[in-house]
């Protein structure tokens, strides 16, 4: 039997990534599956009366040794995978969907749920018991318990179908994206780039043992190169490159993937009732319906596109007046708002840059945290790693008391999705009286530290830090009785809140006093930049929401309505794009070959929820800041009532306890200078 299916003997019972050997993987599923089908037997062979002791609470804590292998084997295939990990996942994940299927179709233990969940009003159960139970009976009738045994087969086919193309389509845009490199040889061809992105571009080169630079469809590579480069032609190429990603006739094409992932789900809604899979899906989310998601997505836009409008004109006008370029196409919109906006803020992100040094970055989020929460983070040398680049930190409270275990792991390598996430390697939970402390995650692609250089970000990537250390937070505080409820285990359209709260500190002086500090001369940095950032975060911030409701409509057309007659990917999305289009379209392109987040993520009829999320943030940041950004008492009930209480209770009942009344819009639209 592999380390991993014992309990770890190691610190906090974290990972013990330096025994893993990847062939213990499949073993360790087979070994793993096989005991948590023996916890079902188990209480589907009970012969007392079904109770919520014996049937939803045991059901609770059953398959945990597969979650904490689950979580190992997945959180590396993202930020540590290679085509043998590739290949367990393929054959992995149709085994982990019919053990899904097993369970939620196991008429046995349907009928103790069912049996509690009919007497649930005399049961006297905490607000966090009944949640379970009607999450669990939902569940199952969700996954099909209801259905006839013909229909409950077909359904573990579709799961099954649905499981290895999702791989697959992500595993296309992950070949995709490192099969491009542009290979520049001509030192003028790297005219406007910034120091850092021509250094890093070289040492990638010396790297494969070529000459001259090499810039990839890697974000910290891609963006400073569509952001400063003046090579309007080589801005295009790349462009092109990474818009056609998956959309090209070659092995790796996600047309056929996409079309068979929005039919399989399409069907498997109407198996169970559904008239969508959007229908099915966002009956489980605080935006309940998808007229409702439409409705909030068509009022933003109602607000946002004559901004846009203007916007779109004044940048045009600009790059005519600056390169007699009469056309912006989608290659000129990142260069010529960056030089637009240095125009009008002087502003610009290298001359940011030195005062965030990735280091000081994150010891400034601690301090946040810890202002507001009491968190103490601590590097320590005894926790194993999954990589050299990875740290590891102890979080306790100021009585301390232990937290969490961190994770942190900020660099772009071969076999390493990108992007940014937070995830976990163990959920919090109580068992036995003992609360269990969770071990989180955060994933990012900075730039590495150079020969003569730290890791210096741009305020961008400052806000993602904040970002996912915001979910990190939700994850660490967790404070409930039932794994499944923990942390991030809450509707889907409310998990972006804390993330989203975060980033709201990276703007505020007495914040950015703690941390923003020039990397060779430790000034702080000066409160006109400051100054500068709060006036230009609204800076095109019409064309930044007509952009990100585009994407959550295209979500909405392809799973809110019947995808059946659709052939033609690119012709389908030319028409969901028709309300928010701006730039002219590039035949070469599409976005949903590689919308990972909706085809291999979780934000399938979900990609409203940034937007949705960021009403809540605004909404509640505009509390603390009327009562003091590091205010104790706010500070409290925002951990008291979000952070700490998961998915325990309704997110609208969470939220009215901490903020006293619903949300309004209105302070996203002042905060975004739309009002």
Not at 225 to 245: H, P, Q, V
Request: charged share 25%; aromatic share 12%.
């Amino acid at each position: 039997m592999s380390a991993l299916n014992n309990p770890f003997n190691t610190v906090h019972g974290t990972a013990p990534f330096t025994q893993i050997k990847t062939e213990d993987y499949i073993p360790a599923f087979k070994k793993a599956i096989q005991d948590t089908k023996a916890e079902i037997d188990t209480i589907t062979a009970n012969v007392a009366t079904p109770t919520f002791e014996n049937t939803l609470e045991a059901l609770a804590y059953s398959g945990m040794e597969l979650d904490v292998l689950s979580n190992i084997f997945f959180n590396l295939n993202s930020a540590e995978t290679n085509d043998e990990m590739q290949k367990i996942a393929q054959e992995v994940a149709p085994m982990l969907s019919a053990l899904g299927n097993d369970i939620s179709l196991n008429e046995e233990l349907f009928k103790r749920v069912k049996a509690v969940y009919e007497q649930k009003e005399t049961l006297n159960l905490t607000i966090e018991q009944e949640t379970l139970l009607t999450k669990n009976y939902k569940s199952f009738v969700r996954n099909g318990a209801l259905l006839s045994e013909d229909k409950k087969e077909r359904l573990r086919a579709i799961d099954a179908e649905l499981s290895t193309t999702a791989l697959k389509f992500g595993e296309n845009v992950l070949a995709e994206t490192h099969k491009y490199q542009l290979h520049i040889t001509e030192e003028k061809d790297l005219a406007g780039l910034p120091e850092g992105a021509i250094e890093e571009a070289r040492a990638l080169a010396e790297q494969e043992g070529k000459e001259g630079w090499i810039f990839t469809l890697d974000y910290p590579s891609y963006i400073p190169f569509m952001t400063y480069a003046d090579n309007r032609e080589l801005r295009k190429e790349m462009a092109i490159a990474s818009g056609k990603k998956a959309f090209q006739d070659n092995e790796h094409n996600n047309e056929a993937n996409v079309l068979k992932i929005v039919n399989l789900r399409h069907e498997r809604a109407n198996l169970l009732g559904y008239a969508t899979h959007a229908h099915f899906v966002l009956e489980e989310r605080m935006a309940q319906s998808p007229d409702k998601v439409n409705a909030f997505l068509e009022e933003l836009l109602a607000k946002a596109k004559p901004a846009a409008d203007k916007e779109f004109a004044e940048l045009t006008a600009f790059a005519q007046k600056t390169d007699k370029v009469d056309v912006l196409e989608k290659w000129d919109g990142s260069y010529y708002s960056e030089k637009l906006k240095q125009e009008r803020f002087s502003l610009d992100d290298e001359l940011l840059k030195p005062y965030f040094q990735l280091e000081n970055v994150l010891d400034g989020a601690y301090q946040v945290a810890n202002k507001l929460y009491g968190l103490v983070f601590t590097e320590v040398q005894t926790i194993e790693k999954y990589h050299a680049d990875v740290r590891t930190f102890e979080v306790t409270n100021e009585q301390g008391d232990f937290i969490a275990v961190f994770y942190t792991d900020f660099f772009p390598r071969k076999g390493k999705r990108n992007g940014a996430w937070m995830t976990s390697f163990k959920n919090q939970y109580i068992k036995d009286g003992i609360n269990e402390r969770p071990h989180i995650s955060i994933v990012c692609n900075f730039t590495k530290p150079t020969a003569t250089k730290p890791s210096l970000l741009t305020f961008n990537e400052v806000t993602t830090l904040f970002h996912e250390f915001g979910h990190a937070l939700h994850g660490m505080l967790a404070n409930t009785t039932y794994p499944s409820l923990s942390g991030t285990n809450v509707y889907w359209d409310f998990v972006e809140l804390p993330s989203q709260v975060m980033e709201n500190w990276c703007y505020e002086k007495e914040a950015l006093e703690l941390f923003a500090k020039h990397y060779q001369t430790g000034e702080t940095i000066p409160m006109e930049l400051v100054e500068k950032i709060k006036e230009s975060a609204s800076f095109l911030e019409g064309i930044a929401t007509v952009r990100q409701l585009s994407f959550g409509l295209l979500d909405m057309g392809w799973h809110g309505q019947d995808p059946t007659a659709i052939t033609s990917l690119k012709d389908f999305e030319t028409k969901q794009f028709a309300s928010t289009q701006q730039y002219p379209d590039v035949k070469e392109n599409a976005m949903s070959t590689s919308f990972s987040h909706i085809f291999q993520g979780g934000y399938s009829s979900g990609y409203y929820s940034y937007k949705w999320a960021e009403v809540l943030d605004a909404d509640a940041f505009a509390y603390f800041k009327d009562n003091g950004i590091f205010n104790k008492e706010v500070a409290t009930k925002f951990k008291d009532y979000v952070l700490s209480q998961g998915g325990t209770d309704h997110p609208m009942t969470l939220y009215k306890k901490f903020r006293g009344q619903e949300p309004t819009p209105d302070a996203l639209l002042k905060r975004a200078g739309l009002l």
